[in-house]
């Protein structure tokens, strides 16, 4: 079974502080995505990442693929309460392109 | 463009009973999925459509859930009979892409069961 570990499971922080959230697997992926869910919504896509090594910037958002393309981050600078909600990751297998997914990260910031 | 319909958003229903769950894709999204979302956990596959086929149901409890997809466009998910621990959101969403590509998924609101 193909596992997506998300950490930490949960984080309350204060408005203006820089966090981090990390997604790390021992498989390998084509390609991975990560999408923030609001309360009563669904999840709204972020950002794909493909490459190896690849980082993209998304505002105050920077996510990274790591080189083996086995896990990914996603910082955060100076954290507003817009950012509030729960962070999924979805790697997409490089055998047959099937999407695992992460149990989130739920974000909280305080103003 | 409209997004992912779903409906109902909420439906309380005791255990035994059955419930039906409705989904309108983006138009012209080839694969639609069904994931069961419980309170504090990521989304858990379901069933996963291509057109009017089923391309993964390996996680679906075959002997009470069951979906359709006819005419390859809107889809329906069925439970029958409901249990306690099938109480959860269900999450339909969409994709633009075929089988062997796995591009942006687009949710619907979900619909909330509780099971009581």
């Known amino acids: 079974t193909q596992l997506l570990e998300q950490s930490p499971q949960f984080l309350s922080i204060q408005e203006g502080e820089n966090l981090t959230v990390y997604c790390n697997s021992s498989s390998v992926f084509s390609s991975l995505q990560w999408y923030r869910q609001e309360p009563g919504e669904g999840p709204v896509l972020l950002v794909t990442?493909?490459?190896g090594g690849e980082v993209k910037k998304l505002k105050r958002l920077t996510f990274q693929f790591g080189d083996a393309r086995k896990d990914s981050s996603l910082h955060i600078t100076a954290a507003q309460p817009g950012d509030t909600g729960l962070y999924l990751c979805?790697?997409?297998?490089?055998?047959?392109?099937?999407?695992?997914w992460g149990a989130g990260t739920k974000l909280i910031i305080k103003p | 463009e409209a997004g992912v319909a779903q409906s109902p958003r909420y439906k309380i229903i005791e255990k035994r009973q059955s419930v039906a769950f409705w989904c309108n894709p983006i138009?012209?999204?080839?694969?639609l999925y069904w994931y069961q979302q419980i309170l504090g956990q990521g989304p858990k596959l379901l069933i996963q459509f291509q057109n009017n086929g089923v391309v993964d149901d390996s996680q679906l409890p075959k002997d009470r859930f069951s979906a359709e997809r006819l005419k390859g466009v809107d889809s329906t998910l069925k439970i029958q009979p409901a249990k306690l621990e099938d109480s959860a959101v269900y999450l339909c969403?969409?994709?633009?892409?075929?089988?062997?590509?796995?591009?942006?998924?687009?949710f619907g609101e979900g619909s909330r069961l509780t099971v009581l």
């Open positions: 138009s012209g999204h080839a694969t």
């Open positions: 979805a790697g997409a297998l490089d055998s047959n392109y099937q999407l695992i």
């Open positions: 990442v493909v490459t």
């Open positions: 969403a969409s994709s633009l892409n075929g089988r062997g590509v796995t591009g942006e998924l687009f």
